[in-house]
């Protein structure tokens, strides 16, 4: 099983630090995630595709005919931030490994945001669904935070909220 480490992505849907449930989804086991979008373009989808492929093969001989892949088309996500991407969702029931560009552990839970940079280290992995389904996953190991992004909670800090009001704003004026 080849492991593949990622460009620098965006992070979306990040749940690193605690594991999240499937919405809607009895009996889902709980997992780590974050959700990689890439330029549709990057050659990053090109490997993906055939590390996804040869997944397949090696599990079943062949790729199934209904297989679901991983790879999403982000434009048919309707989220601004997929626009003109393809997009994959990497999980784990371990919590993954986090660690800053410069290769510290992360141990600050706030760290780990959606709208911060990232790399991940993943694996495909195959599957079946007892109903018949069949498909190959993404398995997340471990990620880099590279740097800061807006987050996309929409939500500002503290201080921006209140800087026009603290007292030492009236020392700027």
């Avoid at 005919?65 to 969702?89: H, W, Y």
């Avoid at 990620?143 to 921006?160: H, I, L, N, P, Q």
Wanted: aromatic fraction near 8%.
């Amino acid at each position: 099983m080849s492991k593949l480490i990622t460009p620098e992505f965006r992070g979306s849907f990040v749940s690193l630090v605690e594991p999240r449930s499937i919405p809607g989804v009895d009996n889902s086991k709980p997992k780590y995630q974050i959700t990689i979008p890439l330029p549709k373009t990057d050659a990053f989808w090109t490997t993906l595709k055939k590390l996804v492929e040869s997944t397949a093969q090696e599990k079943w001989g062949k790729i199934p005919p209904k297989m679901k892949s991983p790879i999403k088309d982000g434009d048919l996500m309707e989220r601004e931030e997929f626009a003109d991407c393809n997009t994959v969702q990497a999980t784990s029931v371990n919590r993954p490994g986090a660690v800053n560009a410069e290769l510290q552990p992360i141990m600050d839970p706030e760290e780990l945001y959606s709208g911060a940079y990232y790399r991940a280290s993943i694996r495909c992995f195959a599957w079946e669904h007892p109903t018949g389904g069949k498909g190959v996953s993404i398995a997340l190991d471990n990620v880099m935070k590279t740097k800061d992004g807006e987050a996309f909670s929409g939500k500002s800090s503290a201080s921006d909220d209140f800087a026009s009001v603290a007292p030492s704003a009236a020392l700027l004026d």
